[in-house]
């Protein structure tokens, strides 16, 4: 059975949450104040975590960032009655999977929850250990290293390169981009896209000018070749 950890303080939506998951056959446990969140986490080690962000104790800010150090392949579903883009940018960069604003349809939670354990289904089939040029990457360390010194990488970068790592020579689109690094259709922006793409090659090109590896196919997106 897998689980469900949903940390969320306010108790009708714990209350729907423990009911649309346990109908649908998940095991699903709630802590209700940020400042425990972390010891219920390490505890019952879900395989998904739905995360509000205003809570009391500590924030969904802090919360998503202390989970991705410790458990950097668990998807992280944020639920915020806060639209604003600057929280999503935020929450995606310190490795959030998807972005759900309240109210919300419990069975599109549900939906997303379960394209998130289908990713990571997915994920775990691929190797772990990949190198070209210069660089060698360990994504179940999540550690990246070029010409033998360590790059400081953000979650989200090591998502977008391990997309392209594993659909090596292929063209694809930003949009393709967004869905499948990004988790979710509604994201404010295809020049985050471009923004990444930027921040890779000028950490892994050797002339992020002139790159070799991420390449630009004008009018349709990327393509990675070692």
Sequence with gaps: MEKILVIEDDQAVQRALRRTFESAGFEVNV?????????????????????????????????????????????IIVLSAASDVVDKVLLLELGADDY????????????????????????????????????E????????????????????????????????????????LLNEVWGYHNYPTTRTIDTHMLRLRQKLEKDPGDPVHFRTVHGTGYKFVR
């Design 31 to 75: 802590a209700a104040d940020g400042a425990v969140a972390m010891e219920t986490f390490r505890g019952f080690v879900p395989r998904v975590v739905i995360l509000d962000l205003r809570l009391p104790g500590k924030s969904g800010q802090d919360i998503c960032r202390e989970i991705k150090r410790e458990g950097a392949n668990v998807p």
């Design 100 to 135: 759900v604003t309240k109210p919300f349809s419990p069975r599109e939670l549900l939906a997303r929850v379960r394209a998130a354990i289908r990713r990571l289904h997915h994920a775990s089939d691929k190797t772990e250990i990949f190198s070209f040029g210069d660089v």
């Design 137 to 176: 990457v360990n994504f179940s360390k999540m550690e990246l290293y070029r010409q033998g010194r360590v790059v400081a990488m953000t979650p989200q970068e090591f998502k977008m390169l391990r997309f392209f790592l594993n659909n090596e020579e292929r063209v694809v689109s930003r949009n393709e």
